[in-house]
């Protein structure tokens, strides 16, 4: 049986636990290793012993590992530990550190052997990083419902049927149609949504019952390993979902474990969450060891790029509520946990956190006492900016700081600007339709506003769908409607979203986001015609963009900063994109030497309703003013 010094593991410092905890396939059989301090007796039963208590019972050591050595399992085989609790009480739990488990209902854990031989991404392995001074375009997605089972996606069948009952998508379905996807609409990384185990499919993999688990619906261990080989191939990164602050209470799973509070808080206060979960002791060592583990199991054996952590406000503050305070166990956690990630990785994954908080330095650095993470979603671009979109333009006006307000915090962190999945669920109307006005008047104002999303700094997310311009909400037993692409509307807007993508991750002037030489407001005060503008600066072009959320065209002035032609690049409102001004009518306008907003020289532009805007020109020499 393999032997490994616990130091780590009871210091709260372990990466590689699962390396020792769990069901190892040996020369003498299947090790089978449990962490319960507290439990009076544990064996492991299953498909090997007819699931037999007496065949193979678990020896305990001083330290409370219990193990033993099975010569007759096998892998592929079912299996749990029947724990008599420290109450006398007996229950079967799956293993803590199981690699796979039964379809659900089902929650056996299966014996898994990981060894893959296929990797063939050495090149990507080495080379890639942060992507600090890249074009980062992320597609979030759900792997089981991105597509139906029966249906591919370049064709347009009828609306998506709903899954066969247990049945979804697997790895090697898709992932050929998603590279091609992917490259089509510049995207640089997948975000897959969590693939830990999970009982409950409505809770899309945010409620864990299975840390080191592959869910078991899309495909075995293996199968995923080949999934993130081909993208790596392709050039696709893969960020993988991790919840890190909760887990289910089912009894099968970690609650109360051997009989006491051995993952979760001890007071039910601090253990109970919102989400009808239990809340991480993130003060206790041997959980910190436990999830450490857990999110370098899925960097090391999945060769995931990095970890977008959920849910970060809770562990940040108890319950989540900056008026219970700071949560210094949880805080200590995370730091540790991303100061060691990064030097096990030398600075090479992204560790990004979901935090809906102002807790301060959330992408500084541990040395510097920041929570060490790379990159933190801009909840509040996402809140603001949706808000204002769904007002009567009538009213925009007094909320003209709700688009503004952003850079007034921008560099505070490293931002990501999401438009997620969260955003298109439980009745909130999907991005287009969140949009005021008509069906003419919403794909205008949606086009205007991944304008002005990929125009603004920091990186981009978009949850499946959206490139689509889907009106129906995400649910996870269907996959995307990609019968719209039959829709001249839709089809218009997929054509806009390629072309956008394009202009702003193919040049250099939308890589550095997080410089403040980089961006520049031409006009953020014009709240009477509800436009605003603002410059991308780049080693060779500056990029104007020019945006209208007003009913009304205008015939405008702006400031900008070189002699030349300002060429039109991009206008949503051309016919192509489903709007109204014909794809001839290319405005390349000549600027004349009269300063306008802080800048030496002016434009005068034709600006559409609803409408948005990108010039491009080549740099030229400074002037002093």
């Known amino acids: 049986m393999k032997k490994m010094d616990l130091t780590p593991f009871f210091q709260g410092r372990e990466l590689n636990a699962y390396e020792y905890f769990g069901a190892h396939p040996e020369k003498e059989g299947v090790s089978f290793i449990v962490y319960a301090p507290h439990a009076q007796a544990i064996s492991v039963v299953g498909d090997f012993n007819e699931w037999d ?73 080495e080379t890639r990083t942060k992507g600090f001074d890249k074009p980062i375009s992320i597609y979030e997605m759900n792997v089981g419902s991105w597509r139906d089972r029966n249906t591919r996606v370049e064709e347009v069948p009828g609306a998506g049927e709903q899954h066969e009952d247990g049945l979804f998508v697997h790895y090697s379905d898709i992932v050929d149609e998603l590279i091609v996807h992917c490259k089509k609409y510049h995207f640089s990384h997948v975000e897959v949504m969590p693939l830990s185990e999970f009982p409950f499919d409505g809770s899309w993999g945010y409620q864990v019952s299975g840390f080191f688990s592959v869910t078991s619906r899309y495909g075995t261990p293996l199968e995923l390993k080949e999934f993130v080989n081909r993208l790596h ?263 806009f979203f390629e072309d956008m993508t394009g202009i702003c991750t193919e040049n250099d002037a939308f890589f550095y986001g997080y410089d403040p030489t980089n961006f520049q407001w031409i006009n953020a005060d014009d709240a009477d015609h509800n436009t605003f503008s603002f410059m991308r600066k780049g080693s060779k072009y500056t990029y104007v963009f020019i945006l209208n959320f007003s009913t009304n065209p ?28 014909s794809n001839d009518d290319i405005q390349n306008v000549r600027a004349f030497h009269l300063p306008q907003n802080n800048q030496p020289w002016r434009i005068n532009v034709k600006v559409p309703a609803l409408g948005a805007m990108i010039f491009r020109v080549e740099n030229g020499k400074e002037e002093t003013k």
């Not at 109450?87 to 014996?111: C, L, M, Q």
């Not at 959980?287 to 960097?299: D, T």
């Not at 949560?327 to 990785?345: S, V, W």
């Not at 015939?555 to 109204?580: A, I």
């Open 233 to 495: 191939d392709a050039g696709i990164g893969v960020i993988m979902d991790f919840v890190p602050v909760h887990f289910v209470k089912d009894a099968y799973a970690l609650a109360y474990f051997d009989g006491t509070p051995l993952y979760e808080y001890p007071k039910h206060e601090d253990a109970d969450s919102e989400w009808g979960t239990s809340n991480f002791d993130l003060w206790k060592e041997s959980v910190r060891s436990f999830l450490m583990s857990a999110a370098n199991y899925w960097l090391k054996e999945y060769h995931v790029d990095g970890l977008r952590m959920d849910a970060i406000s809770n562990a940040i503050f108890w319950k989540g509520n900056k008026m219970l305070g700071e949560n210094k166990g949880a805080t200590d956690f995370i730091k540790r946990m991303n100061f060691t990630l990064n030097q096990e990785y030398k600075g090479k994954i992204m560790l990004i956190a979901e935090d809906s908080t102002d807790f301060p330095n959330v992408c500084k650095s541990t040395l510097d006492g920041g929570l060490g993470y790379d990159y933190k979603w801009d909840l509040g671009w996402m809140n603001d900016t949706l808000k204002y979109l769904k007002l009567d333009p009538i009213y925009r006006k007094w909320h003209h700081n709700d688009i503004t307000f952003s850079m007034a915090y921008f560099y505070s962190e490293h931002f990501i600007l999401p438009l997620s999945h969260d955003e298109v669920v439980h009745g909130k109307a999907t991005i287009v339709d969140k949009m005021w006005g008509s069906y003419d008047d919403k794909f205008a104002q949606a086009r205007a506003l991944y304008t002005y999303m990929f125009g603004h700094p920091g990186k981009k997310l978009n949850f499946m769908g959206n490139e689509l311009g889907m009106l129906r909400e995400w649910d996870e037993m269907k996959g995307c409607d990609w019968f719209l692409r039959k829709y001249p509307m839709h089809a218009s807007f997929e054509k």
């Open 53 to 125: 208590t007496t065949k193979n019972p678990m020896e305990k050591d001083a330290e409370g590992v219990w193990s033993v050595v099975v010569p007759e399992a096998k892998c592929g085989q079912a299996y749990k530990y029947r724990i008599t609790q420290q109450n006398g009480n007996v229950v079967d739990k799956i293993d803590p550190y199981g690699f796979s488990a039964k379809v659900r209902p089902e929650h056996d854990s299966i014996i898994t052997d990981l060894s893959f031989d296929g990797w063939t991404d050495q090149e990507w392995m």
């Open 554 to 581: 205008y015939q405008l002035q702006f400031g900008v900063p070189y002699r030349g032609t300002y060429t039109e690049l991009l206008n949503t409102q051309w016919e192509k994109y489903g709007g109204r001004i």
